[in-house]
């Protein structure tokens, strides 16, 4: 297979739903789905969210289907009447709609079974457009596939469940069985702590892409930014070979220093490995973030490894009982400052007996802040062996994006830490 005839398959999604076009839920489908696609050779040209009207949903079926090699439609399947995925597919093919005879019975016997009330809203679930193709036998919500004009389309629930299930098991095969010659495709991420992107972006200007046979994009995080590096190659080993190529050169260009991980790399999941690696143990004190961090540190498998423990010292009563903290330092310089935040991590360092310590204590707001000390004023501390560390920040956002940039500067400082 040359590299001419491996060339992307790219396809289009239709997201059918006000709730999305509303903002009451996220589109994780389309998350999901270009991840799917893309480990697997296929690419996403277009995703496309469209309201819940016969047609608006028509009219962006016969674009899409004119522009794309394949076309996958989430949502609108349902008996309710703001489900009109079907009656718009009949309408931008011009076919005609067709009862399921044996879906017809299947779900009258259903529903007789369970004592309940049969009516045509039901029978609607036993209609599918001329030629249409049930995903799932017997399974009337399971969606269908449909060709038109040699572009297979295929018709998913808007369920993440069902969706996701539907799409590993029926709709990949059918893709990968189609188009046989496709690329083999690898994405790695590159974790940067320390760097703004136009930082990134100005170390990076020197490296040649096209020489690595690589695509590079930017992806800011909270407190971290991600670079990707996307290989499309004839086969896995070729594309892997080129990711690694790319890696090392960028690693170069940004400097080790600055690179947190790569891929599934959390700061949390490297600084436990660290922690492992000399078999230390881990303990946390935090006031504003009130168990976010501990949260973070124990929701990889594994975390009792190195994680002693974690306490929540709110108020100023629980700093002094439970880490020591003297109370003319509260009196004096108030519970967020640094001399109060060195002694929570020394506190909690000593009384637990490890040989690894955070502490947090800052004003998340929205309230709570002074001329002195405004909203977003965070101390973090850190005590590895001997050596104490405290840091202040400036932190700005809502309550809940204050707490998660502490948590993420506080696993910053412990990785700086453990590797210095």
């Keep these: ?31 999901h789905i ?3 696609l893309r480990a697997h050779g296929f ?42 995925t079907k009656s718009a597919v009949t309408r931008a093919f011009a076919l005609p709609m067709a009862v399921d005879e044996a879906d017809l019975k299947g779900l009258m016997a259903r529903v007789k079974a369970r004592g309940g009330q049969w009516s045509d809203r039901l029978g609607r679930l036993a209609q599918l457009p001329q030629g249409a193709v049930r995903l799932a036998p017997g399974r009337p919500m399971a969606g269908f ?36 010659e496709r690329p083999a495709c690898a994405q790695r991420v590159l974790r940067i702590y320390g760097l703004m992107e136009t930082e990134i972006n100005e170390r990076l200007s020197a490296f040649d892409a096209v020489s690595y046979g690589v695509k590079v994009g930017y992806l800011p995080q909270t407190a ?26 960028l690693v170069s260009l940004l400097g080790l220093d600055y690179v947190i991980g790569r891929d599934d790399e959390s700061l ?27 949260a973070r540190l124990t929701a990889l498998p594994g975390a009792s490894d190195y994680f002693d423990r974690g306490l929540v010292t709110y108020s100023n009563q629980a700093k002094s009982e439970l880490l020591g903290v003297p109370q003319e330092l509260l009196q004096t310089h108030g519970a967020v400052s640094r001399p109060v935040c060195e002694a929570m991590v020394q506190g909690v360092l000593e009384r637990s007996k490890v040989q690894a310590a955070l502490a947090v204590t800052g004003i998340a707001g929205p309230t709570g802040g002074s001329t002195e000390k405004p909203v977003g ?27 998660e940039q502490s948590v993420q500067h506080a696993l910053a400082l412990l990785w700086r830490m453990l590797r210095s």
Excluded at 231 to 245: F, H, V
């Design 268 to 294: 949390e999941k490297v600084v436990g490995t660290l922690l492992r690696q000399r078999a230390w143990k881990l303990a946390v004190a935090e006031s504003c973030t009130g168990g976010l961090l501990a």
């Design 43 to 84: 690419r996403l040209q277009r995703v496309v969210v469209v309201e819940d009207a016969e047609e608006a949903i028509a009219l962006q079926l016969e674009q899409l289907t004119a522009q794309s090699r394949f076309v996958i439609v989430t949502g609108g399947l349902g008996p309710t009447d703001d489900d009109r």
């Design 34 to 36: 270009a991840g799917v």
């Design 145 to 180: 596939s449909l060709e038109h004009r040699g572009v297979p389309c295929y018709f998913l629930p808007g369920v993440p469940h069902e969706m996701e299930t539907l799409l590993q098991e029926v709709v990949l095969p059918d893709l990968m069985r189609r188009f046989p």
């Design 1 to 31: 297979m040359d590299q001419e005839r491996c060339s992307e398959i790219r396809g289009s999604l239709l997201t059918i739903g006000d709730e999305i076009l509303l903002g009451d839920i996220l589109n994780t489908n389309a998350h």
């Design 224 to 249: 971290e930014n991600w670079v990707t590096l996307l290989a499309s190659a004839t086969d896995t080993a070729e594309a892997q070979r080129r990711l690694n190529g790319a890696e090392k050169e």
């Design 377 to 403: 004023t965070v101390f973090i501390g850190g005590a590895v062996g001997k050596r104490t560390v405290v840091e202040q920040h400036h932190f700005q956002g809502s309550r809940p994006f204050v707490q």
